[in-house]
């Protein structure tokens, strides 16, 4: 069955780096675009940013753009977040979703990961 596994979440100082990965199976990787959410608590899921399958072309959220880099390594099943210059109010679950099309938008995706907690302090 189709699985997506987030990892690399944690505690982070502001201004600090995260690297999220996302391990993907039960499916044919390459066939399917990615996206990156994320879920404040009390705040509705907002979509971060995504790639398409063949990793040609990306889009970010404009509150993330020039801090988050988004790849993937298709031989690997993978998909990552590159987090850098992290501020608190990036504080928020992080999802991984895979979809036939590489939008910001929730309802394109049909399989979720079941997140990874990330957290910016001091």
């Known amino acids: 069955q189709v699985q997506l596994v987030e990892s690399g979440g944690g505690l982070v100082q502001p201004g600090g780096s995260l690297r999220l990965s996302c391990a993907a199976s039960?499916?044919?990787?390459?066939?399917?675009?990615i996206g990156w959410f994320r879920q404040a608590p009390g705040k509705e899921r907002e979509g971060v940013s995504c790639?398409?399958?063949?990793?040609?072309?990306?889009a970010y959220a404009d509150s993330v753009k020039g801090r988050f880099t988004i790849s993937r390594d298709n031989a690997k099943s993978m998909a990552y977040l590159q987090m850098n210059s992290l501020k608190p109010e990036d504080t928020a679950v992080y999802y991984c979703?895979?979809?036939?099309?590489?939008?910001?938008?929730?309802?394109?995706?049909?399989?979720w990961g079941q997140g990874t907690q990330v957290t910016v302090s001091s």
């Open positions: 039960g499916f044919t990787f390459d066939d399917y675009a």
């Open positions: 979703a895979t979809g036939r099309i590489a939008t910001l938008q929730s309802l394109s995706y049909n399989y």
């Open positions: 790639i398409t399958r063949r990793a040609t072309s990306t």
